[in-house]
Nanobody
Framework: QVQLVESGGGLVEPGGSLRLSCAAS????????LGWFRQAPGKEREAVAS????????WSKPDLQGRFTISRDNVKNAVYLQMNRLLPGDSAVYYC??????????????????????WGQGTQVTVSS
């Protein structure tokens, strides 16, 4: 069973950048669609970004206005989230997740929490001056 561990969270000032990493162990991420989610106190967990099996299909939450970019490295068995121009509203616990898929094109991505079966423990991101 694949296990996921996030890293790279922390405290950053508004306008700053962070790069979150998610390392997989116990198996390969190649057969999984990968995603990043976040959950702020009192709010539901929401999808932030997703990437397809081959890395070419990508989605990010539209109201992020291109500030966040997801990428995956199937050789390093990892997924990343580059976050730029961070805002206080981006503060949350960020989770990476893996979704089983029957996609044969390699281009599908998923945005629903219910579509993901494997989750990391989360990493806290706090944007504050």
């Amino acid at each position: 069973q694949v296990q996921l561990v996030e890293s790279g969270g922390g405290l950053v000032e508004p306008g700053g950048s962070l790069r979150l990493s998610c390392a997989a162990s116990g198996g390969s991420v190649r057969p999984y669609v990968l995603g990043w989610f976040r959950q702020a106190p009192g709010k539901e967990r929401e999808a932030v970004a997703s990437v397809s099996l081959n890395g070419r299909g990508k989605w990010s939450k539209p109201d992020l206005q291109g500030r966040f970019t997801i990428s995956r490295d199937n050789v390093k068995n990892a997924v990343y989230l580059q976050m730029n121009r961070l805002l206080p509203g981006d503060s949350a616990v960020y989770y990476c997740a893996a979704a089983e898929t029957s996609d044969v094109t390699g281009s599908y991505f998923y945005t629903g929490v219910w579509e993901y079966q494997i989750w990391g423990q989360g990493t806290q991101v706090t944007v504050s001056s």
